[in-house]
């Protein structure tokens, strides 16, 4: 069973950047996909943003394209979350996810991480 430890939230400005990690203890396989996910205050878990383990295929929510970039590093068995052009709408626990489908359904990933709380304000 593969764990995930996320880190790197915080808090910062409207139009700041933060970089979230997620480092993974445990064979992640070529068949993953490492997903990431966040949870707005009073709200449902939604997608933000995926990658397949064995090579560059992602894909992200509309409200995140352009301004988020998913990577992962697999020397180090760690996934990251670079966020720019934050804005408050981002507030959120941020989870890091490992599933087997190509899927923005949280349903689909059998592992989480523990979140990291990120809050964008001015």
Same mark, same amino acid.
């Given at each position: 069973?593969?764990?995930?430890?996320?880190?790197?939230?915080?808090?910062?400005?409207?139009?700041?950047?933060? #970089?979230?990690?997620?480092? *993974?203890?445990?064979?992640?396989?070529?068949?993953?996909?490492?997903?990431?996910? #966040?949870?707005?205050?009073?709200?449902? #878990?939604?997608?933000? *943003?995926?990658?397949?383990?064995?090579?560059?295929?992602?894909?992200?929510?509309?409200?995140?394209?352009? #301004?988020?970039?998913?990577?992962?590093?697999?020397?180090?068995?760690?996934?990251?979350?670079?966020?720019?052009?934050?804005?408050?709408?981002?507030?959120?626990?941020?989870?890091?996810?490992?599933?087997?489908?190509?899927?923005?359904?949280?349903?689909?990933?059998?592992?989480?991480?523990?979140?990291?709380?990120?809050?964008?304000?001015?």
């Amino acid at each position: 069973q593969v764990q995930l430890v996320e880190s790197g939230g915080g808090s910062v400005q409207p139009g700041g950047s933060l #970089r979230l990690s997620c480092a *993974a203890s445990g064979r992640i396989y070529s068949s993953s996909v490492m997903g990431w996910f #966040r949870q707005p205050p009073g709200k449902v #878990r939604e997608f933000v *943003a995926l990658t397949r383990w064995s090579r560059d295929s992602t894909l992200y929510a509309d409200s995140v394209k352009g #301004r988020f970039t998913i990577s992962r590093d697999k020397a180090e068995n760690t996934v990251y979350l670079q966020m720019n052009a934050l804005k408050p709408e981002d507030t959120a626990v941020y989870y890091c996810a490992k599933g087997i489908q190509y899927s923005s359904s949280p349903t689909d990933y059998t592992s989480w991480g523990q979140g990291t709380q990120v809050t964008v304000a001015s």
